[in-house]
């Protein structure tokens, strides 16, 4: 409708527009009008200049003057003529629809019309002041696009066989796609995929979606096993919103943040009815037996026991949503077969079965306390408390504990109590990048750990577990740090003696030195070079026999005296 005007509306097309392209439109629908016929004589607020009528070119007078010049023509026009094909594109391109059938098919309705065109031509300027912005720059890039173009046809199933045909020839192409082309003979073709997002704007997005991808973790708040643990810490009196079970891509199960923290913020503080320690398990139904064990058992000892017999227990367990998160196996150099720790370094070889030796011993040592605690169970003791379930105890204990110093106990073994299992912050995973706080708060019974790095919003949250090589890291937890600053290369005595020269008449008599003050193992070399134990091992291996014998006289005179 906004093509219905009179002397007396204001035609859509009267706008205060910046664009030089809708100035130059509006002009241009404005001529043709005045030529067929119309005349908008009482438009106040036009910024086109009105052409006369008896001109074809386009007039730049201000809007008093071509009032002024409407007001003085003698005759009034039609209220509306046909509109020729060039108005109409000309109309097209505004955003306005010409009607002008209505006016050639009903002569009568004239006077209607009259009534009506204030009304329709406010809502049509209303409407073209909308339409109106498709006339900038913005709008003919969005034309320009609008243009018929290819259709991508990688997701049909031939194509998609094809190309796995082709992968598996060793060829892969990620620069041409197959599409349908709407303007060619041909009803198929290969486009060249265009190099978008060159700019720096563009590397800057993909340097912070690849950050993102790495270290955003998948939540699993969601799982049973999470929620039961939550339900039950509850039940203890601890309830966290700061953290979130997830799964990360490099380093798995952890915990993430739900808030940004900052340097120095609590990241996690377990009451101590939540810690499973030595008095968690003299307190229960095991405490008897150990009490009247001779010898006393170790903590270590302890511990496993409980282990193993609440797992065995099942659902009749208390602590049985803590058990449920529990890794099932772990991947320590003792878990594994002796054909994958074969492929390892020999210097890691030798310390993974020096420890499976004295695991099997623990073992042996402790299958009489075993024996003890029959009267508790209906099966076989032997069936319980094998070396498999065991060796799970001892993994879990000596992974996942923290460090929590206890009072002696006289029903325990002299050995140190230093170990406690921490329901949900054990799920922390190591960064050697981070520096933590840890330590058991006394005032308020908690086990607290204080961040000094910053963690932002749906990140992994690490901990430090010490200033380990990867070596040990394996050797005790099963795992490896990527880019690890304590990383070094171990070198075993062996290599020592092998490229030092064979007809050095002295060189059993510096091994045996080295051996005596222990300076022939934990020689490392690592990003700041050799480690001091290795120079002062090399040292001694490398002194002149002169040097030498005066060295080692003087060590007697030293003794002797």
């Given amino acids: 409708m906004p093509a219905l005007l009179t002397s007396t509306s204001r035609p859509p097309y ?3 527009r910046k664009s030089r392209r809708t100035r130059m439109l509006c002009r241009s629908v404005m001529s043709s009008w005045w030529k067929r016929g119309l ?36 005759k009034p026009m039609p209220l509306l003529a046909p509109v020729t094909s060039a108005t109409r594109r000309s109309l097209g391109i505004a955003g306005l629809s010409p009607l002008d059938h209505c006016v050639e098919n009903d002569p009568g309705a004239e006077p209607a019309l009259r009534g009506v065109s204030g009304s ?11 339409r109106s912005l498709e006339c900038g720059a913005a709008s003919r890039v969005r034309r320009r696009w609008r243009r018929p ?5 990688s997701y049909k199933s031939e194509f998609i066989d094809l190309q796995k045909w082709l992968k598996d020839r060793k060829f892969e192409d990620k620069n041409l796609a197959p599409a349908r082309f709407p303007d060619q003979s041909l009803r198929r073709s290969y486009s060249v995929n265009m190099q978008k997002g060159r700019g720096r704007t563009s590397r800057i997005r993909r340097r912070k979606r690849s950050k993102g991808s790495q270290t955003r973790g998948v939540n699993e708040s969601y799982k049973s096993e999470f929620i039961d643990l939550q339900k039950w810490l509850k039940d203890k009196k601890f309830e966290d919103k700061n953290l979130a079970p997830a799964r990360f891509p490099g380093t798995g199960r952890g915990l993430m943040s739900t808030v940004s923290l900052q340097e120095g913020q609590m990241i996690i503080s377990l009451p101590e009815s939540c810690l499973l320690t030595t008095d968690t398990v003299i307190e229960s139904y095991l405490g008897p037996y150990i009490t009247k064990w001779k010898p006393p058992p170790s903590p270590l000892l302890a511990l496993c026991t409980f282990l193993v017999s609440e797992k065995h227990a099942g659902d009749r367990s208390p602590w049985k949503p803590y058990l449920e998160i529990l890794p099932k196996a772990y991947t320590c150099p003792v878990c594994l077969d002796p054909e994958v720790v074969n492929l390892l370094p020999k210097p890691l070889q030798m310390k993974a079965e020096e420890q499976r030796a004295r695991l099997w011993e623990f073992f042996a040592s402790s299958r009489g306390f075993f024996s003890s605690l029959q009267p508790l169970f209906v099966e076989p003791i032997d069936s319980i408390f094998s070396y498999s379930a065991l060796l799970w105890a001892w993994c879990t204990v000596n992974t996942r504990a923290v460090y929590l110093r206890r009072r002696p106990r006289e029903c325990l073994s002299a050995e140190p109590d230093t170990c406690a299992l921490a329901p949900y912050l054990d ?20 086990y607290e750990i204080r961040t000094a790095s910053r963690f932002r919003k749906h990140e992994e949250v690490f901990i430090c577990y010490g200033p380990h090589d990867n070596q040990r890291l394996l050797l005790e937890y099963g795992f490896v740090s990527v880019r690890n600053p304590h990383a070094c290369v171990y070198v075993s005595g062996e290599i020592l003696v092998k490229y030092l020269p064979p007809t050095d008449k002295q060189l ?19 990003w700041d070079g050799p480690s001091w ?21 003087a060590q007697e005179l030293g003794r002797t005296s």
């Fill in 39 to 74: 005349r908008p004589s009482a438009c106040s607020c036009c910024t086109a200049a009105r052409p006369r009528a008896s001109s074809r070119a386009v007039s730049t007078t201000s809007p008093e003057k071509s009032r002024h010049r409407a007001r003085e023509m003698a």
């Fill in 120 to 130: 329709l031509c406010r809502s049509g300027a209303r409407w073209m002041r909308a």
């Fill in 149 to 153: 173009r290819l259709v991508n046809e």
């Fill in 427 to 446: 799920l922390l995973n190591h960064s050697p990048h981070v520096q933590v706080e840890a330590a058991f708060n006394e005032e308020t019974r908690c």
């Fill in 14 to 16: 009267s706008l205060r």
């Fill in 508 to 526: 059993n008599k510096k091994v045996a030195i080295l051996k005596d003050h222990g300076f022939i193992e934990n020689l490392t070399f690592g």
């Fill in 533 to 553: 134990r290795l120079l002062t091992a090399l040292k001694l291996l490398c002194l002149e026999p002169e040097k030498f014998l005066h060295l080692t006289a």
